[in-house]
């Protein structure tokens, strides 16, 4: 008894594409808190509203400078 396997490979990168198993569908707010628990990105929302302020003071001008100094 002889038994034939036939592996698809895809044309792009060579890769084996899986065949599609169970397929959980996420709604968007499960993935804020997925993505929000971890630390690394809230040090990255800190970062990135520290240099944006940073960016808001010397476009617009919100800090007189005569009374800073």
């Known amino acids: 008894n002889a038994s034939t396997t036939t592996t698809v490979i895809d044309s792009k990168n060579g890769s084996v594409p899986k065949s599609p198993g169970k397929v959980l569908k ?10 929000f ?3 690394a ?15 808001a003071v010397v476009m617009f001008d ?7 100094s």
């Open 37 to 39: 628990s971890s630390p």
């Open 62 to 68: 919100l800090v007189d400078y005569k009374n800073f």
């Open 26 to 35: 996420r709604t968007v707010t499960e993935d804020i808190v997925t993505t």
């Open 41 to 55: 990105a809230w040090l990255l929302v800190i970062a990135l509203i520290i240099t944006w302020s940073a960016v």
